[in-house]
């Protein structure tokens, strides 16, 4: 066993008594061996933070990463701390169901829509690529989704050879394009109340809406918190789910409020 410090200024934290090194390394007995380090932190003053430091303890064929951390502060800052804390834990929400259907898209900007919104030529480009040439579509295969929709055992190798390098780089990436999309879903809004709206504030000035550009407000939880992180020109989707209709309408976030959303669909 060896104890190291790797690519990090010792600056903070510092290794005291028997240093074990790779020249003198700690040899402890087969069962119930026990050692002790001595690990030296020194700041300086008035200087207040959290403080960590990465420690790597080699067993020669495998090794574990330890991460110290030091709190510094003087008691009205921890007082702070303390009152900064949430009540409450963050319970994250519910992954959605495996087998959800797909529906057919009506797409905010039909062939003939005109907008008079501003920033709407932003969204009609949303879906056109402006570069000098279009990238060729890699659909996700339908394995991978069942690897991390069912949690279904995959052919996935996660060993690297020279044969599978191409084949096991296209299935990381299908990996995580599928668990994102996973836990973007993760954020849908069910039974969600909307009203459409025909003016908002823009700073001081009150902006009036003609009834072909009218939005729509959604409360969305959370959303101060980036919890979802949404942001102008994003794309979200509506639907019935008690529709007979499997279809959903897209939309556009044209702003961002507290808790709310101003969607134009």
Known sequence: LTIEMPQQLQRMFSLRGPTPSLAHPVRLSSSG????????????????????????????????????????????????????????NFVPPSLPPPDEAMRQTVPAFPPGRT??????????????????????EYAVPQNIYDTVEKAARGNFN??????????RLHDLLWLEEAQQAKLTRAYDLRDAVVEHVQSYHEGEMLVALPEA??????????????????????????????????????????RVEGEDLLILF
């Open 33 to 88: 061996g026990q050692f002790t380090q001595i690990i030296r932190f020194a700041s300086r003053a008035n200087q207040q933070g959290t403080f960590k430091h990465t420690l790597l303890f080699n067993f020669s064929n495998w090794v574990l990463e330890y991460v110290v951390s030091v709190h510094v502060g003087e008691p009205r800052a921890a007082q702070a701390l303390q009152l900064l804390q949430p009540t409450s």
């Open 115 to 136: 907008c008079t919104l501003p920033g709407a030529r932003l969204y009609m480009l949303a879906s056109q690529y402006q570069g000098k040439r279009e990238l060729a």
């Open 158 to 167: 996660p060993w690297r050879t020279k044969q599978n390098y191409r084949t």
């Open 213 to 254: 550009d009218r939005l729509t407000r959604v409360r969305c939880p959370n959303l101060a918190e980036k919890r979802p992180s949404v942001q102008r020109a994003d794309r979200v989707y509506a639907w019935d789910p008690r529709a007979a209709a499997q279809v959903q309408y897209e939309g556009f976030v044209h």
